[in-house]
């Protein structure tokens, strides 16, 4: 909930820029001036100025996001095989990003999420990640054992013990193959995205209830600490922040595309568990194999995409209206 003056009603609390630009997290491919342009989108893009905001007026800023670029507030790409990413839309806007006094995290400052994106709903898997499986991929990329899997379905269970550049090869390879901008989010976007609008510890509050997040630890009902070594776990079965992404605290750990230093070997890895809040940031070697660690993809509204979503749309009709034998 939001009180003072956040309980106005959110009129049109956005400044009107055009979407014809490049914004949000940076890739190797935009240091060569190599990255697929966003071509015709439309003239009027919201980039909303208010924040904090609660969780009514984050749906409100998704579905209008939506309709001024003419996309889904959900929708899913595919891979092949019959398999897909399911992605959520994450508007542009501008927030505090960090936490004063909390370990790991930058000192708070504001930050701008100029362009809407989607970033994926659920950790990346490794059904997901075996259809564009990276060749020569570090060998640490494998499935682990069942047994420290619980015995669930391992090829529905996030990535995890993976190292960057694997992670980034993998958005390479999904990018040619589809015709559109593919890749790791940024760390800021990460966090934007992750938040959602809040501006606790964690997406709920301070602390993290039992049943919120696969998480290390939670807070009891009698407000002890209850502690345990949780398995990673399918995504989605804890509940989603308010637009709609799962697991950002909680289960696996997440590259994204930032370096941690000025040196590019160290890159960041957010989220997990109790001790990682929102702000809580970590650096890692590129090569390292970390373990409890996988990544989430972002994709850009490009007309890649769009021409993308008009394939799979009439792909879907065609399939609906054909005659039954």
Same mark, same amino acid.
């Not at 992750?194 to 602390?207: K, P, S």
């Not at 970390?290 to 879907?316: C, H, N, P, Q, Y």
């Given at each position: 909930?939001?009180?003072?003056?956040?309980?106005?009603?959110?009129?049109?609390?956005?400044? #009107?820029?055009?979407?014809?630009?490049?914004?949000?997290?940076?890739?190797? #491919?935009?240091?060569? +001036?190599?990255?697929?342009?966003?071509?015709?989108?439309?003239?009027?893009?919201?980039?909303?100025?208010?924040?904090?905001?609660?969780?009514?007026? #984050?749906?409100?800023?998704?579905?209008?996001?939506?309709?001024?670029?003419?996309?889904?507030?959900?929708?899913?790409?595919?891979?092949?095989?019959?398999?897909?990413?399911?992605?959520?839309?994450?508007?542009?806007?501008?927030?505090?990003?960090?936490?004063? +006094?909390?370990?790991?995290?930058?000192?708070?400052?504001?930050?701008?999420?100029?362009?809407?994106?989607?970033?994926?709903?659920?950790?990346?898997?490794?059904?997901?990640?075996?259809?564009?499986?990276?060749?020569?991929?570090?060998?640490?990329?494998?499935?682990?054992?069942?047994?420290?899997?619980?015995?669930?379905?391992?090829?529905?269970?996030?990535?995890?013990?993976?190292?960057?550049?694997?992670?980034?090869?993998?958005?390479? #390879?999904?990018?040619?193959?589809?015709?559109?901008?593919?890749?790791?989010?940024?760390?800021?976007?990460?966090?934007?995205?992750?938040?959602?609008?809040?501006?606790?510890?964690?997406?709920?509050?301070?602390?993290?209830?039992?049943?919120?997040?696969?998480?290390?630890?939670?807070?009891?009902?009698? +407000?002890?600490?209850?502690?345990?070594?949780?398995?990673?776990?399918?995504?989605?079965?804890?509940?989603?922040?308010?637009?709609?992404?799962?697991?950002?605290?909680?289960?696996?750990?997440?590259?994204?595309?930032?370096?941690?230093?000025? +040196?590019?070997?160290?890159?960041?890895?957010?989220?997990?568990?109790?001790?990682?809040?929102?702000?809580?940031?970590?650096?890692?070697?590129?090569?390292?194999?970390?373990?409890?660690?996988?990544?989430?993809?972002?994709?850009?509204?490009?007309?890649?995409?769009?021409?993308?979503?008009?394939?799979?749309?009439?792909?879907?009709?065609?399939?609906?209206?054909?005659?039954?034998?």
């Amino acid at each position: 909930m939001i009180s003072g003056k956040h309980m106005v009603i959110f009129l049109l609390s956005f400044v #009107a820029f055009g979407c014809n630009f490049i914004g949000g997290g940076d890739s190797e #491919a935009d240091r060569a +001036g190599k990255r697929s342009k966003p071509g015709e989108l439309p003239a009027k893009c919201p980039i909303y100025t208010e924040w904090p905001f609660d969780d009514a007026e #984050a749906k409100r800023r998704q579905e209008e996001t939506a309709a001024a670029l003419g996309v889904p507030v959900e929708t899913r790409i595919p891979l092949g095989d019959g398999v897909y990413v399911d992605l959520v839309l994450i508007p542009a806007g501008k927030f505090v990003m960090g936490l004063k +006094g909390v370990l790991q995290s930058n000192e708070p400052r504001e930050e701008k999420i100029l362009r809407p994106f989607y970033i994926g709903k659920y950790e990346i898997t490794w059904r997901q990640y075996a259809v564009h499986r990276v060749k020569n991929a570090t060998r640490c990329n494998r499935i682990l054992d069942a047994t420290r899997r619980g015995g669930a379905d391992k090829m529905s269970l996030p990535v995890d013990t993976i190292v960057w550049d694997t992670c980034d090869g993998f958005c390479i #390879a999904v990018s040619k193959a589809l015709g559109c901008t593919v890749r790791l989010p940024g760390e800021a976007e990460w966090e934007f995205a992750c938040r959602a609008g809040t501006t606790g510890r964690y997406i709920w509050n301070d602390t993290v209830a039992e049943g919120e997040a696969n998480a290390h630890s939670w807070v009891g009902k009698d +407000g002890k600490v209850i502690r345990r070594s949780p398995l990673v776990e399918k995504g989605g079965g804890y509940r989603a922040n308010p637009w709609g992404a799962y697991d950002m605290i909680g289960n696996v750990r997440e590259w994204v595309f930032d370096m941690y230093t000025d +040196g590019e070997y160290f890159r960041t890895i957010r989220g997990s568990g109790l001790k990682q809040t929102v702000a809580c940031r970590m650096g890692e070697l590129r090569s390292n194999c970390m373990g409890r660690t996988g990544f989430r993809i972002a994709v850009d509204i490009d007309s890649g995409l769009l021409k993308l979503l008009a394939k799979e749309r009439k792909k879907k009709q065609q399939t609906t209206t054909a005659p039954k034998p």
